[in-house]
C-alpha cells in the first residue's frame, strides 16, 4: 500500500472537482448565449464584445471563470501524478512545476482580463 495514488487523497478535492465542473458548464453556457444571442443581431466583431468585456461586473465573471477552470484543471493533472507517477521525487517536482504553470497563467491571464479596456474609435 505505498503508493495510493489519488485514492489517498480527500474528500475535498473529489467535491471541489465536481462542484468546479458544474460550475464551469453553467459559466461557460451563460458565457456562450451572452456573446452569441444578446446584443445587437448579426455576426459577432470586436466592436461589439469589447464594450461588454471592459465592464467590471464581465471582468468579476472572467476572473471567476479562470480560477475556476484553472483550479479544475489543475487538480485533474495533480490526480493523474499521484496515480502514475510512483518516485516521490518525481511526484514533487511534477506537482511543483504543475502548480508553478498554474501560478504564471493565473497571473497573466488576471492580468490580462483586468487591465483591458475599450475606447471606441481609437
Known amino acids: 500500500m505505498k503508493f495510493l495514488g489519488s485514492g489517498r487523497t480527500g474528500a475535498f478535492e473529489w467535491f471541489f472537482q465536481r462542484v468546479s465542473g458544474v460550475a464551469l ?3 461557460l453556457g451563460l458565457h456562450f ?3 452569441h444571442y444578446t446584443g445587437e443581431p448579426g455576426p459577432v466583431t470586436y466592436d461589439k464584445v469589447a464594450p461588454r468585456l471592459a465592464s467590471p461586473l464581465y471582468k468579476a465573471w472572467e476572473l471567476l471563470f479562470l480560477v475556476l477552470a484553472l483550479y479544475h484543471a489543475m ?3 495533480k490526480l493523474v501524478i499521484d496515480d502514475y ?3 516521490s521525487t518525481w ?3 511534477l506537482l511543483g512545476l504543475s502548480w508553478l504553470v498554474a501560478l504564471a497563467l493565473l497571473i497573466f491571464g488576471a492580468l490580462t482580463i483586468i487591465t483591458f479596456s475599450y475606447q471606441p474609435g481609437a
Request: net charge positive; charged share 5%.
Open 25 to 27: 458548464v453553467a459559466l
Open 33 to 35: 448565449i451572452l456573446i
Open 75 to 77: 487538480n485533474g493533472v
Open 85 to 87: 507517477v510512483h518516485n
Open 91 to 93: 511526484r514533487s517536482c
